[in-house]
């Protein structure tokens, strides 16, 4: 996460409209926990959800370098850690406040 990278997303308009419909779906029907860190947010899913969640990762890894996104499987449940540093942290709360749920 370097420093000086500007809190932005990269992505398109449209392809964030596409993008966060995805994260809308995943989370509708996957997401079991929602917890705030002190450097961002831990979410946990189904293990079914796990492709599908690396797939919006890896999207978010590019649109979003500012943020460390880190997808962990266990047995049970599929743990995203999503860090950031200072602005950053409340622009990930947002990006995924249980009244909006999505991300870019």
């Known amino acids: 996460m370097p420093k000086s990278t500007p809190i932005a997303c990269a992505l398109t308009t449209a392809d964030l409209a596409a993008h966060n419909e995805r994260w809308q779906r995943l989370i509708a029907r996957a997401m ?27 999207v978010e890894a590019e649109c979003c370098p500012w943020a460390a996104w880190t997808v962990e499987p266990s047995a049970e449940t599929i743990v995203l850690d999503v860090r950031a540093t200072a602005e950053g942290v409340a622009a990930l709360r947002t990006m995924f406040a249980p009244d909006r749920r999505t991300g870019g």
């Open 32 to 58: 079991t926990e929602r917890a705030e860190t002190a450097d961002g947010l831990r979410m946990a899913f189904r293990p079914g959800a796990e492709d599908e969640l690396r797939a919006l990762v890896a």
